[in-house]
T-cell receptor, first 108, second 112 residues
Framework: KNEVEQSPQNLTAQEGEFITINCSYS?????LHWLQQHPGGGIVSLFM???GKKKHGRLIATINIQEKHSSLHITASHPRDSAVYIC??????????FGAGTRLTVKP | DTAVSQTPKYLVTQMGNDKSIKCEQN?????MYWYKQDSKKFLKIMFS???????INETVPNRFSPKSPDKAHLNLHINSLELGDSAVYFC???????????FGPGTRLTVL
């Protein structure tokens, strides 16, 4: 069983829809990361958070430390948001574990 | 102006060969990483280097060896390449190992 579980694995949405991707993890962490991998393969860090909520443009990330759960929300989704979104957790020793990713397709 | 760069972008080689992938960052970060992304797109950490010192080493075969000549570089040497080594390898860096990571563009390694 992976230490980091993401859902859903695949998600198709219509442009403009509100999107939620979920991530749960099994042990205490130092931080949780949301990454975006575009079809071209490049990886971009979207958020790193250890508590509460962060917002960047149309993207919002939340984390509940007690429940060991995080969500990534995309408001007013756009076809350019189509990508694989990866949840990852890091530990104090710089170790990092990744979820399997959520493939998002936003249709015009 | 690329923050984290990797060379080469593509590497095709025969089984049994020895190859290296180079990584450089110009962000002034002190921690660098190597990750492997397999054919199912699953990422796994291989190594982490902080101030030229190996911090963690996942269960990676000793055919893989990271070499850091200075804080800005972390190269990956692979000896006796095997078919299962075919993957995309990503380099990344961060400040103090507890901040956001910046990823390189990846190197697609194909072992024939």
């Amino acid at each position: 069983k992976n230490e980091v579980e993401q859902s859903p694995q695949n998600l198709t949405a219509q442009e403009g829809e509100f999107i939620t991707i979920n991530c749960s993890y099994s042990v205490g962490i130092s931080a949780l990361h949301w990454l975006q991998q575009h079809p071209g393969g490049g990886i971009v860090s979207l958020f790193m958070l250890s508590s509460g909520k962060k917002k960047h443009g149309r993207l919002i990330a939340t984390i509940n430390i007690q429940e060991k759960h995080s969500s990534l929300h995309i408001t007013a989704s756009h076809p350019r948001d189509s990508a694989v979104y990866i949840c990852a957790v890091s530990y104090n020793n710089n170790d990092m574990r990744f979820g399997a990713g959520t493939r998002l397709t936003v249709k015009p | 102006d690329t923050a984290v760069s990797q060379t080469p972008k593509y590497l095709v080689t025969q089984m049994g060969n020895d190859k290296s992938i180079k990584c450089e960052q110009n962000l002034g970060h002190d921690t660098m990483y190597w990750y492997k992304q397999d054919s199912k797109k699953f990422l796994k950490i291989m190594f982490s280097y902080n101030n030229k010192e190996l911090i963690i080493n996942e269960t990676v075969p000793n055919r893989f060896s990271p070499k850091s000549p200075d804080k800005a570089h972390l190269n990956l040497h692979i000896n006796s390449l095997e078919l299962g080594d075919s993957a995309v390898y990503f380099c990344a860096s961060s400040l103090h190992g507890v901040n956001e990571q910046f990823f390189g563009p990846g190197t697609r390694l194909t072992v024939l």
